[in-house]
């Protein structure tokens, strides 16, 4: 047994990972790290009678080279005796269809082609080849988009997506691992052109500021690995206390109120009280609407809630938790309401004109109240503060809810790009995203989406003058 497969049994026993006899579908791209893995599946299949099906995906968007991939890939897995699957999308077609941007959409239709696959072979399991250098990138990208310690604890070996398990044999094999592998048993692979277009935020990480941070740290991917481990353990141990305390503390009507008493609350310790929030609306929204808020829910807001508990805080006190879901404060009860028929109606089309450079507007129908400030300097900063050069917009302004065509010129890219795509790229369920109020000029550009991102019109610079600083806080409404 060399080195490689001792690292392979090693995740399977450590992750569980599978069992004798499972049926497994491999998703192989055709590079260098799902042929290996289909190899080493293939040695691994004699002794733990595994059933292999290499599963590839032709997106449709390099032609003949896409085409020769996947005529690599039936050939290797005819000559390792495993089945092949394999399909041909028309990406391009969906894309302009659904307003996906690439990357998602193609992601996508393959998990939904895996799944499929795993059906008609009724196989319990995926294996996907990502590895420990894809872990660091990971992890990486996740901090700089901001993120809490689940997102520290990056992929996980092995996770349940729709009745079937999605497992990483070789997340702790490096990128070296693999080329060593490749090499010494004459693997042939294929080399995606599309890996080296920076126009790919994960291409711009491995491409280029991994290799500028490793000049501070040869030992940085590994260094990410490691604290994807100890967050992922850390992360998994506070779940199950969150977990313990709501079952503990919190009293819940099936689909519709969830509530704790003040004092309980208080007690427990900061982490655990953002924490048990999180599973508060988790659970409501689950219950109600059959979804879930994003993994990165929004923290002001759970901290609007943590800190209205607090004894300086009014005794009673209400605000938009996300999600249709309503917190309220009533003296010494703490309690959250879930989604109801009405409130998973479409938005309407609504907009509310801001007169002049300074004052407040309320937007009921998204939760939020902008405050805008003429000043000769942009102090605070933060996802819910922006702040422009006056003399360079274009009055009067106005916030409302999107509209069809809408888009963005964000900083740091050429060209604009769709409001839509932004949604879906932070994961904004498409029942909120009507919901959303932006900050348009009189030209219906969208200078900026709270909490999420600030158009280049307008930046501050050093010959500006007058600054509109502009701040999105939840309406908070007291209760008589």
């Known amino acids: 047994m060399d080195e490689w497969m001792k690292q392979l049994i090693a995740a399977r026993d450590a992750d569980h990972l599978w069992q004798q006899g499972d049926a497994i579908v491999v998703a192989v791209s055709g590079g260098p790290d799902s042929m290996m893995l289909l190899h080493l599946l293939h040695r691994a299949a004699v002794d733990d009678r595994l059933s292999l099906v290499a599963a590839h995906v032709d997106h449709g968007f390099r032609g003949a080279e896409s085409a020769a991939e996947g005529e690599q890939v039936r050939a290797f897995a005819s000559e390792l005796g495993v089945a092949f699957e394999s399909i041909k999308l028309d990406m391009p077609t969906y894309i302009e269809e659904t307003g996906m941007n690439g990357q998602l959409a193609s992601r996508v239709r393959r998990y939904e082609f895996l799944h499929q696959i795993a059906s008609q072979h009724g196989a319990k399991r995926i294996a996907l080849a990502h590895h420990a250098d894809d872990q660091a990138e990971t992890v990486l990208m996740r901090l700089l988009r901001g993120t809490g310690t689940g997102g520290l604890a990056g992929m996980q070996p092995k996770r ?123 659970y409501l929204t689950l219950e109600t609407a059959g979804m879930k808020l994003p993994e990165t829910a929004d923290f002001e807001r759970i901290e609007s809630m943590r800190t209205a508990a607090l004894a300086l805080s009014p005794t009673t006190w209400r605000m938009d938790a996300g999600n249709g879901t309503v917190f309220v404060r009533t003296y010494d009860a703490l309690r959250w309401s879930g989604l109801h028929s009405k409130q998973l109606r479409p938005c309407p089309p609504y907009a509310y004109g801001i007169s002049g450079v300074e004052g407040t507007v309320n937007v009921p129908e998204g939760g939020m109240s902008f405050r805008l400030t003429l000043s000769a300097v942009a102090a605070e900063r933060g996802p819910y503060h922006a702040a422009f050069d006056a003399d360079q917009l274009v009055f009067p302004l106005t916030v409302r809810n999107r509209r069809p065509g809408d888009r963005m010129r964000v900083i740091g890219l050429n060209g604009t790009k769709k409001v839509q795509d932004m949604f879906v790229d932070l994961k904004v369920p498409s029942s909120e995203r009507d919901r959303i109020p932006l900050l348009v000029d009189a030209e219906g550009q969208v200078l900026w989406i709270p909490g999420a991102r600030r158009s280049a019109i307008a930046s501050i610079g050093a010959a500006t003058m007058n600054v509109l600083r502009v701040h999105a806080s939840p309406i908070e409404t007291n209760i008589e």
């Open 160 to 282: 349940l997506d729709k009745n079937v398990e999605l497992i990483r044999p070789m997340l702790r094999m490096y990128k070296t691992d693999i080329f060593r592998y490749i090499s010494h048993y004459g693997i042939p692979y294929v080399t995606d052109s599309s890996n080296e277009r920076r126009d790919y935020f994960r291409n711009e990480i491995r491409l280029d500021v991994m290799p500028y941070l490793t000049q501070f740290n040869p030992q940085l991917p590994a260094s990410f690995n490691r604290l994807a481990e100890l967050a992922s353990g850390e992360d998994q141990w506070m779940q199950g206390e969150a977990a313990r305390v709501f079952g503990q503390l919190v009293t819940c009507s099936k689909g519709t109120d969830c509530e704790v008493d003040r004092a309980d609350f208080i007690g427990l310790p900061v982490a655990l009280q953002r924490r048990l929030i999180k599973l508060i609306l988790d």
